[in-house]
Nanobody, 123 residues
């Protein structure tokens, strides 16, 4: 089973930058798609960006052009470079990963989540 640990959150002024990291550890056959989601107080969790195992990326419209998702498959680490941050980007950011594992000859895919890291952007 894969465990995910986010880091890099914090307090930053509007217009500033942060880089989030998500380290995947544990036993897995492979990790397929990985992604970043965020949840602000009183709101639903929303997709920020995803990246496939082959590097194809997808972004929410609100972050396109400002955020960049990337991954290091050798170390199973996911990154999110966030530039030109806005107060509305403030949220808890969660890392996700599609964990592929096998049991009894059958392949399974389970979506794993990290514990989240707080990002606060002051105006």
């Amino acid at each position: 089973q894969v465990q995910l640990a986010e880091s890099g959150g914090g307090l930053v002024q509007a217009g500033g930058s942060l880089r989030l990291s998500c380290a995947a550890s544990g036993t897995t056959l492979r990790i397929e798609s990985m992604g970043w989601y965020r949840q602000a107080p009183g709101k639903d969790r929303e997709l920020v960006a995803t990246i496939s195992g082959t590097g194809n990326t997808r972004y929410a419209g609100s972050v396109k052009g400002r955020f960049t998702i990337s991954r290091d498959n050798a170390t199973n680490t996911l990154y999110l470079q966030m530039n030109s941050l806005k107060p509305e980007d403030s949220a808890v950011y969660y890392c996700s990963a599609d964990d592929v594992w096998r049991s009894g000859g059958v392949y399974h895919t389970t979506l794993r989540w990290g514990q989240g890291t707080q990002v606060t952007v002051s105006s």
